[in-house]
């Protein structure tokens, strides 16, 4: 019998409520903040996620991604800290993500 290999069902979401709406809290609920430096410098790449698993079962992420010049480095640091302050810790989450989707998502950064 032949079963595909399907990656794991995640969705990714842009709005907090819905996250937090749809994310079941009885489970563990991980973010995640870091910055890629383009190879010349130029730009500067932010991203913060949350991921946690949804009542359904799959796994949610809630994404914000942002970017800026080379100047930009403490204001997107700054600018990442309010949002785990805004958005992580209300939630009760910690630092971490998903171990089962790292390859997965990583594949997009």
């Given at each position: 019998m032949y079963k595909p290999?399907?990656?794991r069902f995640y969705e990714v979401?842009?709005?907090?409520?819905?996250?937090?709406?749809k994310v079941d809290k009885s489970k563990p609920i991980h973010y995640r903040d870091w910055y890629n430096v383009e190879p010349h410098g130029r730009r500067i790449y932010f991203?913060?996620?949350?991921?946690?698993?949804?009542?359904?079962?799959h796994v949610l992420v809630f994404e914000i991604r942002f970017d800026g010049g080379p100047f930009y480095l403490q204001e997107?640091?700054?600018?990442?800290?309010?949002?785990?302050?805004?958005?992580?810790?209300?939630l009760?989450?910690?630092?971490?993500?998903?171990?089962?989707?790292?390859?997965e998502l990583d594949k997009e950064d």
């Open positions: 290999n399907l990656p979401l842009g709005d907090i409520e819905e996250f937090d709406f991203k913060f996620r949350i991921y946690g698993i949804a009542k359904q079962g997107g640091q700054r600018r990442l800290a309010g949002l785990v302050q805004d958005y992580a810790i209300p009760g989450a910690t630092p971490g993500r998903i171990a089962t989707l790292s390859k």
